[in-house]
């Protein structure tokens, strides 16, 4: 028992310290978890993932006849939401070549159909937080390919998809002496501010921000809050059958000495 106790201890320390190393880069904002609740702010997420999202990445796992579950008609997803020769039945693909995505980005744009759920790290927030940071953390870096660079993500290869409505951004750093050389000066990054503005006001785009993960993390998992109801009911059930097993026990053992 002393060993696996120890076993134990030495597994949670290790953990402790993971965390810790993981929490050292940029602190994830978070993201207004609500709004997986809100059929507005989800019928909004999606169009802003269609017009914005959709053209070079895929949501392969996703159909768009299952938008019927945030409130929309089989006849407004067709005149609304799809663009293409797709029919209301299909799943939300693009046809973007993958070779060409490659030399154009240096990578495939990644599926979008779960990654509200995979982009998350111990200690720093959930993968929505993550792309709610994201998302609003681009700003203008004329020494990358793209013109574009990122507080969440540094150097990533895409570009901001978004700048049209948040408007162009230049980045705010934090100038703080190395702990180990005081000589030296690290460059930390804050945030961003505009250099000039974009088609929506700083509330506006972030709110679309919002909106956008909110149905990033519904379509990672649609049926979550079916899931957490049912949870509530089930552990209700628990509750009130310990308390009839609990009695039950008694009057099998009340006349056992």
């Known amino acids: 028992m002393k060993k696996i106790l120890l076993t134990l201890l030495a597994v949670l320390s290790l953990g402790a310290g993971s965390v810790q190393a993981s929490t050292g880069g940029l602190a994830w904002d978070t993201f207004p978890a609500q709004r997986v609740t809100d059929q507005a702010a989800l019928q909004n997420g999606a169009k802003l993932f269609v017009n914005y999202c959709l053209n070079c990445h895929n949501a392969a796992f996703m159909r768009y006849n299952r938008l019927r579950d945030i409130g929309l008609t089989e006849e407004q997803i ?41 982009r998350s790290a111990a200690g720093m927030g959930s993968g929505a937080d993550y792309i709610y940071t994201f998302l609003r953390t681009y700003y203008r870096d004329d020494t990358k390919a793209t013109g574009w660079n990122n507080g969440a993500f540094p150097s990533v290869g895409m ?24 000589s030296k000066v690290q460059h930390i990054f804050k945030g961003v501010e505009p250099m000039a503005p974009g088609k929506m006001s700083e509330t506006e785009y972030r709110e679309s921000v919002a909106d956008l993960v909110a149905y990033l993390s519904w379509m990672a998992e649609p049926m979550q809050t079916q899931r957490v109801r049912l949870g509530a009911w089930v552990m209700l059930f628990l509750a009130v059958f310990f308390v009839i097993a609990w009695q039950l026990n008694a009057s099998f053992w009340k006349d056992v000495k």
Do not use: C, Y
Not at 84 to 109: H, I, Y
Not at 161 to 177: D, T
């Open 78 to 118: 067709k005149n609304n939401l799809v663009f293409t020769e797709a029919k209301v039945g299909d799943l939300m693909k693009v046809s973007l070549d993958p070779r060409q995505a490659k030399e154009w980005f240096g990578a495939v744009p990644p599926d979008l159909t779960v990654i509200a759920r995979s």
């Open 159 to 182: 570009p901001h998809p978004l700048w049209e409505l948040q408007g162009p951004q230049r980045p705010v750093f934090a100038e703080v002496k190395d702990a180990h050389d005081p």
